[in-house]
């Protein structure tokens, strides 16, 4: 879908490393911006939630504050949401 590669296309813009096949990376001067993007494309209503949420393993505690709005924990065994 057009929605679909306009979002893969902006956060590939401001990612600082973005592999073809891992994760991407974003430096803490883009984060308001990709906290952004990813509430513009939720409010949007044409992506769902689980595609427009930043996902932490539960043992990672260090979620910046301004990325925690948009940000989740997730088993990595199960890919399940965490409390």
């Known amino acids: ?3 679909r590669n306009n979002y893969f296309w902006a956060l590939r ?3 600082g490393h973005a592999p073809r096949y891992g994760d991407w990376e974003y430096e803490a001067e883009v984060w308001l911006a990709l906290k952004r993007v990813l509430l513009a494309f939720q409010e949007s209503g044409y992506l769902g939630l689980s595609e427009t949420q ?5 043992d990672f505690d260090n979620i910046p504050p301004v990325l925690r709005s948009v940000s989740r924990w997730i ?4 890919s399940e949401l965490m409390p």
């Not at 930043?54 to 539960?58: A, I, M, N, V």
């Not at 088993?75 to 199960?78: A, K, S």
């Open 1 to 3: 879908s057009v929605v």
């Open 13 to 15: 813009a401001i990612a």
């Open 54 to 58: 930043l996902e932490f393993p539960p």
């Open 75 to 78: 088993d990595p065994q199960t």
